[in-house]
């Protein structure tokens, strides 16, 4: 290529970049941080709640079993919350800052990927794990519904199974959006 090509190309390449204004930016930053902190709002209050449910099943049943099946469900919900807390999105930086808008907007979409693609090591199996053994638990006490405790527990690996791939949808979806920002910041690390 000679340096009148070079330099077409790079006119060229140089239109083609799609266009975003800071105010775009800021609104999908300001869009994305509000249905991330409506879903860990969420999540917080279902952990509270299973942590409530089964402080009370390990108070009040008798058994050892499953006094151990209902606090393993609390050590389960405390590590998925603590997950949450750990992956949770930061708050947006000042109006004033426009590439360190764009930078932070990214590493928390960044974040938020790494949290859902990851959410099957994260939440679901150790929450699956600890429905699993409070079914196992549950069973010897009920030898007559061995059935339906069979069936609750294909539904709940089903369940797992079906939040993981949920998840990993949206993380792709976040990729794109990730995407979209690396193509208009040309200084933007590319490792994700």
């Not at 266009?19 to 279902?46: C, K, W």
């Not at 949920?166 to 990729?175: G, I, S, V």
């Not at 193509?183 to 933007?188: E, F, I, S, V």
Request: aromatic share 10%; charged share 20%; proline share 5%.
């Amino acid at each position: 290529m000679n340096e009148n090509q070079i330099k077409a190309y790079w006119q060229q390449r140089d239109e083609d970049q799609p266009r975003i204004s800071l105010a775009q930016v800021r609104e999908n930053a300001a869009t994305f941080h509000r249905r991330a902190r409506m879903g860990d709002l969420i999540e917080y209050i279902a952990c509270a709640v299973v942590v409530a449910v089964s402080g009370f099943y390990a108070w009040a049943f008798p058994g050892v079993r499953m006094k151990l099946a209902s606090l393993a469900m609390i050590a389960a919900t405390l590590f998925v919350a603590y997950q949450l807390r750990r992956h949770a999105v930061r708050t947006l930086p000042p109006d004033s800052a426009a590439v360190p808008l764009l930078e932070f907007h990214r590493r928390e979409l960044i974040r938020r990927k790494t949290l859902l693609r990851d959410s099957w090591w994260l939440f679901v199996a150790p929450l699956m794990a600890a429905m699993l053994v409070f079914l196992a638990c549950l069973a010897p006490d009920r030898p007559e519904g061995g059935l339906p405790l069979l069936i609750f527990g294909g539904a709940v690996a089903s369940m797992g199974g079906a939040i993981s791939l949920y998840n990993r949808w949206q993380a792709r979806r976040l990729q794109r959006q990730i995407d979209q920002l690396d193509a208009l910041d040309p200084t933007a690390d590319v490792t994700t």
